[in-house]
């Protein structure tokens, strides 16, 4: 009696998988229904794979031209070739699949001393629009003080020293905004009351004191309240 040899299939012997997502039966379906020779046949089962890969992916079944994307997978993995209808008779070819969508513009600035962030950059050049008085002496004063923030913040190991700021400002400045030797820098937000945060349990436990507090003493008095006999 002869043993059946057993049909090993490796990965590395199969075909290319074009898109995982879909898996490989999915892929073996489309080969198949490129290989049916009635076109109304080979029609109805190429949209009966394109509801199957649907259904593979049910949150995104409402982003717009999802079924055009699914014909434009179907026909890469059929290589191309093969004889269907597609919706909107616009038949997906290897120049319009392969199209790269442009790169969105980030908002990145390069410059140096990153830490003063771009905001600061814009607001030294509002600066030297400005006229000189009081308003312009307040507000270079707002830009040294949240330098020097920035610079506490991100160079916690390092003291900070007003004349690093000052020479900072004058060189972002262009110097042309030069500040006097002698002046201090005020730090502005330590005039800011910050109230600690409470934690979850300790607001319960306030919320619990305050319900056994009694809400009124007029009513307390008056649960207390005996009413004397009066004597004849």
């Given amino acids: 009696m002869s043993i059946p040899m057993l049909s090993l299939e490796y990965n590395s012997t199969r075909d290319k998988l074009h898109y995982p997502e879909y898996g490989r039966f999915i892929q073996k379906l489309v080969i198949?229904?490129?290989?049916i020779e009635d076109k109304e046949e080979r029609q109805a089962v190429a949209e009966l794979i394109i509801d199957m890969m649907q259904q593979m992916n049910p949150p995104?079944?409402?982003i717009n031209e999802y079924k055009n994307r699914l014909w434009r997978h179907f026909f890469?993995?059929?290589?191309?070739?093969?004889?269907?209808?597609?919706?909107?008779?616009?038949?997906?070819?290897?120049?319009?699949?392969?199209l790269v969508p442009e790169k969105v513009p980030y908002t990145q600035h390069e410059f140096n001393w990153r830490h003063y962030g771009y905001i600061t950059r814009r607001m030294i050049e509002k600066a030297l629009l400005m006229e000189e008085g009081p308003i312009k002496q307040g507000y270079v004063e707002?830009?040294?003080?949240?330098?020097?923030?920035a610079y506490r913040t991100w160079n916690k190991e390092h003291f900070v020293n007003d004349e690093i700021i000052k020479s900072d400002l004058g060189v972002l400045s262009r110097h042309q905004i030069?500040?006097?030797?002698?002046?201090?820098?005020e730090n502005l937000v330590k005039h800011i009351n910050i109230q600690p945060v409470q934690s979850f349990s300790s607001r319960n436990s306030n919320k619990n004191q305050n319900r056994n507090k009694p809400k009124n003493k007029l009513n307390n008095t008056r649960t207390n309240f005996k009413p004397s006999k009066n004597k004849r």
């Fill in 32 to 35: 198949h229904c490129k290989n």
């Fill in 60 to 62: 995104v079944k409402n």
């Fill in 76 to 98: 890469r993995m059929a290589d191309f070739d093969i004889d269907v209808d597609v919706p909107g008779n616009e038949r997906p070819t290897f120049e319009n699949t392969a």
């Fill in 142 to 149: 707002s830009i040294l003080s949240y330098m020097k923030l």
């Fill in 178 to 185: 030069e500040i006097d030797d002698n002046h201090m820098i």
